[in-house]
């Protein structure tokens, strides 16, 4: 397997599906099971459909790109576009029993990953998540 693969997408929402089963494929080959390949799948759909809706206001003919790299003892995910600086000190995450809709992405990220980061970078929004693999359970021995 590659250590790394990136691809560079319209900012369109139909755009979305593929990004998640990049992730998806990228994530089990990266050694995840399929639970936690698709948790990592929402975690970066959430903050790829952030970019669309937040950062570019729903402007569809931007790009931002995803990188996924196989890490030690897990895999990042990089996500960069060039729309509206986000501070993550400005937006609590709403709690999952909170009724209204949306909101539930920056909760659902910081649920699923490790570690989420959020920088901006000349001119560029950049958030790394990582996700570490599970310890084996020890077996009685």
Request: glycine content about 8%; some cysteine.
């Amino acid at each position: 397997m590659a250590d790394a693969v990136e691809i560079t997408i319209s900012s369109h929402p139909r755009w979305l599906r593929l990004i998640r089963q990049v992730v998806l494929e990228f994530a089990q080959q990266a050694g995840f099971d399929r639970a936690d390949s698709q948790d990592i799948t929402l975690a970066v759909g959430e903050a790829a459909g952030n970019v669309i809706k937040h950062s570019y206001k729903g402007r569809t003919d931007r790009t931002f790109s995803v990188a996924c790299s196989v890490a030690e003892g897990g895999l990042e995910v990089e996500i960069r576009d060039q729309g509206e600086p986000f501070e993550p000190a400005d937006h609590t995450p709403r709690p999952p029993d909170e009724l209204r809709a949306g909101g539930r992405g920056l909760y659902l990220m910081r649920a699923i990953m490790d570690r989420v980061e959020y920088d901006h970078l000349n001119g560029a929004n950049i958030i790394r998540m990582r996700k570490s693999h599970k310890a084996a359970a020890c077996e009685p021995g």
